[in-house]
């Protein structure tokens, strides 16, 4: 049986809410509103990953789909030397994948089951799981072919984390919904895309929001073992920190 492993975020308070990080084996959801981290934290977890168990990594390399083209090997590079590994080859273990529409999406998730199958990957990201169905199912009439596909999408994500011992990091965005299900809802009326499909397919979920000044806050909103209860964290060149 395989054994699961936990990865460290960056942040010892984030990871302490945690229960000492994201989990390999389930599907984490990271939502919030826009330039609240959601990016920063997926290009730090490429590099822990990659860190030795006794910095909080899993020795192992990561796979990367963008939805959004945000991106940037150069944040790798610069979180790479905050942990003292070589820059270039922080890059080279990351598998990037660029898609420009859901179909895409799809098609390099099931690509990636031949990288997986090397039991050489620990992480993946997809940044950000809903954008391109809410491009691509816009009209009206779509959301239960939306959800749909989307379900199927979500299955195979869960059905890799599993297989392949893998934490999936899935980023989302809010919805401004003045009248959200108060089940999802955060403190500010606001509510992560892709319905209960996606609540029901994320084994955690976090809430990062804007705190005072350059702080930012995470709270753990949905997870089996921890309590709801919140975390501070920064951003810094060199990643998601304290
Ligand atoms: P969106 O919803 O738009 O995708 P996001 O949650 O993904 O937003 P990020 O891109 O992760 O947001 O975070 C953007 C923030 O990260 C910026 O506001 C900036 O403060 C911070 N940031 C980015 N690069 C650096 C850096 N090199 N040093 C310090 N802070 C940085
Ligand atoms: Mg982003």
Same mark, same amino acid.
């Given at each position: 049986r395989k054994k699961?492993?936990?990865?460290s975020t960056g942040?010892?308070?984030l990871d302490a809410a945690l229960n000492g990080g994201f989990q390999t084996m389930s599907i984490n959801e990271v939502y919030g509103e826009f330039r609240c981290g959601k990016t920063q934290l997926a290009h730090t977890m490429a590099v822990i990953t990659q860190l030795p168990r006794e910095m909080g990594g899993a020795e192992g390399k990561v796979a990367y789909i963008d939805t959004e083209g945000t991106?940037?090997?150069?944040r790798i590079m610069e979180i790479a030397e905050r942990f003292g590994v070589d820059p270039d080859q922080a890059c080279e273990n990351i598998a990037y994948a660029r898609a420009q529409n859901t179909e895409m999406q799809a098609e390099l998730l099931d690509? &990636?089951?031949? @990288?997986?199958?090397? @039991?050489?990957?620990? &992480?993946?990201?997809?940044d950000s799981v809903m954008s391109l169905y809410r491009t691509d199912y816009s009209g009206r009439g779509e959301l239960s072919e939306r959800?749909?596909? &989307?379900?199927q999408f979500l299955r195979r994500a869960t059905q890799m984390a599993e297989e392949f011992n893998l934490v999936? &990091?899935?980023?989302?965005q809010v919805m401004s919904d003045p009248g959200a299900s108060a089940l999802f809802a955060g403190a500010d009326g606001r509510k992560p895309a892709g319905g209960h499909i996606l609540a029901h397919a994320s084994?955690?979920?976090l809430l990062l929001r804007k705190g005072r000044g350059e702080e930012r806050v995470a709270k753990i909103v949905d997870s089996p073992d921890c309590p709801e209860r919140e975390a501070t964290y920064i951003i810094t060149t060199g990643g998601i920190t304290d």
């Open positions: 699961c492993i936990r990865i942040s010892k308070q991106f940037r090997p150069e690509g &990636l089951a031949a @990288n997986f199958a090397t @039991n050489e990957y620990r &992480l993946l990201v997809i959800q749909q596909v &989307l379900g999936v &990091l899935m980023t989302n084994t955690t979920r």
